[in-house]
């Protein structure tokens, strides 16, 4: 039961990443298989950007995230600008350690990592645009 727990969750993430992140429409066809629809207009199944690293490389880009192997796993930041100048400017930016206002995530799977930091930054800038909304 637990890995079927964990398979929901694993394809939650997925759809998550093609509607929330890619801007995506997702549906399952008539053989009850997730589908996403890209904005050229055709359709394929739903990639596993949290289990693949070939997919997950379109939240990357998507998201300006920059990727760093740490001990015994990824470190994943999605910053305020998409990209950096320099090397210097992403150093300064690390030791500023401002992550709340950014999506960062460390974790054992590159893939995973780069989509809960993706998640974390769409969910923070939510957050933050409800928050200019009501004031």
Known sequence: MENQTQKQKTRELDLYMAQ????????????GQAREMLESGQSRPLRSYSSDMGA???VVEK???????????WFALV????GWESPADF???LQTADFAHSGAAVGESAATTICIAAMK???????????????
């Open 20 to 31: 929330r992140v890619l801007g995506h429409k997702t549906y399952n066809d008539k053989n």
């Open 56 to 58: 997950a490389w379109e």
């Open 63 to 73: 998201m300006g995230i920059s990727i760093l192997p740490v001990e015994q796993g």
């Open 79 to 82: 910053g305020n600008a998409k």
């Open 91 to 93: 150093i300064n930016y």
């Open 121 to 135: 930054a769409i969910e923070r800038r939510d957050a933050d645009n409800a928050e200019t909304f009501l004031n």
